[in-house]
T-cell receptor, first 112, second 111 residues
Framework: DADVTQTPRNRITKTGKRIMLECSQT?????MYWYRQDPGLGLRLIYY???????NKGEISDGYSVSRQAQAKFSLSLESAIPNQTALYFC???????????FGSGTRLTVV | DQQVKQNSPSLSVQEGRISILNCDYT??????FLWYKKYPAEGPTFLIS?????DKNEDGRFTVFLNKSAKHLSLHIVPSQPGDSAVYFC??????????FGAGTRLTVKP
């Protein structure tokens, strides 16, 4: 099994719908992150969490929310999806005091 | 405001030759720099890193150079192999906070 698992792998949704992307990890890391990848823009940070009670906004948090349900689970929600949220979304984890990120395989989201 | 920039979206080299991928940054507070490699349908994987107190770090065929005065780092791959074909992301962080990534450079190594 993968260390960082993202579900679903692919999703097509309609404008205005609420959608949740889920991430779970078996690394035992305290820190978890959500990034989105867009062509020409690389990976941009949406939200991050340094422990279960800690949630922080990243560069592009508008239109998104997150929930850290447990050390191992960090979900990303789009409350009302819009087409410019079409992107590849990555979850990542890292240990406290460590710099190596472990990424999931990504969720490709298309908003039509 | 992109604090980490990779100005070359793509690079093509011949197998056996050197690949040089470049990265510039604007935030002088960054104290650690990393390179990640990404294959299609997979998440990025860590490749090599360098602390701001060093100017070079080497790991096998991969070497990262840091020029703090120019706010520039580069990744050298020697010799390049077809399996190195991937997208390479430069990343930077300070005080072990969240990491900022560049836009990526797609490297193609031709046999």
């Amino acid at each position: 099994d993968a260390d960082v698992t993202q579900t679903p792998r692919n999703r097509i949704t309609k404008t205005g719908k609420r959608i949740m992307l889920e991430c779970s990890q078996t690394k035992g890391h305290d820190r978890m992150y959500w990034y989105r990848q867009d062509p020409g823009l690389g990976l941009r940070l949406i939200y991050y969490s340094f422990d279960v009670k800690d949630i922080n906004k990243g560069e592009i948090s508008d239109g998104y929310s997150v929930s850290r349900q447990a050390q191992a689970k960090f979900s990303l929600s789009l409350e009302s999806a819009i087409p410019n949220q079409t992107a590849l979304y990555f979850c990542a984890t890292s240990p406290t005091g460590g710099l190596g990120y472990t990424f999931g395989s990504g969720t490709r989201l298309t908003v039509v | 405001d992109q604090q980490v920039k990779q100005n070359s979206p793509s690079l093509s080299v011949q197998e056996g030759r050197i690949s040089i991928l470049n990265c510039d940054y604007t935030n002088s507070m960054f104290d650690y720099f990393l390179w990640y490699k990404k294959y299609p349908a997979e998440g990025p994987t860590f490749l090599i890193s360098i602390s701001s107190i060093k100017d070079k770090n080497e790991d096998g065929r991969f070497t990262v150079f840091l020029n703090k005065s120019a706010k520039h780092l580069s990744l050298h791959i020697v010799p390049s192999q077809p399996g190195d074909s991937a997208v390479y992301f430069c990343a930077a962080t300070y005080n072990n906070n969240d990491m900022r990534f560049g836009a990526g450079t797609r490297l193609t190594v031709k046999p």
